[in-house]
């Protein structure tokens, strides 16, 4: 009898811990670190943009942090917005500013979320340009002008109208969709 009881009681206690550290990964995953971070539900004032890379830590996911703050680059294929096709607003993830909309994402199929153009134009305000020539490389790197998290790069092989390709990490951005404003 004790054994038979063991057998069903000692699975159980198994699987509650398997329980347990699942809760755990979610804890560091995009999903938590969203709870924590509040440019996730929207756009942080001036005066609530961290400065110091401490405060970025206790705000973004250690991959968020990387590429956002370190200039990191996830790997192709595997972000959270590569191949998203939900129409919306991708804000940054540091910030919770407006930087790309779904009607300027095409399927560039390079393994990253890709745009033709910023929220407000090739020229707007948003996004600052840099040139970079890490990696042996001469390529433009593009951030959020306003708090600085690095986004990713623009290239010039990108479709009509503007002929460009801003080759975005999904780990820099968060995406707001339409329906969620009762539309
Ligand atoms: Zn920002």
Redesign the pocket.
């Known amino acids: 009898m004790k054994r038979l009881l063991s057998a069903i009681v000692f699975p159980a206690i198994l699987s509650l811990g398997v329980l347990q550290v699942s809760d755990a990964e979610d804890a560091g995953s995009s999903g938590s670190g969203a709870a924590k971070n509040p440019a996730v539900a929207g756009r942080l004032a001036d005066d609530a943009i961290p400065k110091t890379d401490a405060e970025w830590k206790r705000r973004l996911t250690p991959e968020q942090f990387e590429v956002a703050r370190k200039k990191g680059t996830e790997r192709a294929f595997t972000g959270k917005y590569w191949n998203t096709k939900t129409s919306g607003t991708y804000r940054?993830i540091?910030?919770g500013?407006p930087l790309f909309a779904s009607g300027e994402k095409f399927d560039s199929g390079c393994g990253w979320p890709s745009f033709f153009a910023p929220i407000d134009g090739v020229k707007g305000k948003t996004i600052a340009e840099h040139e970079d020539r890490s990696h042996f490389m001469l390529r433009t790197e593009v951030t959020?002008r306003?708090?600085g998290?690095h986004l990713g790069h623009v290239f010039d092989d990108g479709p009509p109208p503007t002929g460009l390709r801003y080759c975005i990490n999904s780990a820099s951005i968060t995406l707001d969709p339409d329906e969620k404003d009762g539309k």
């Open positions: 940054c540091c910030c500013e959020c306003r708090c998290a």
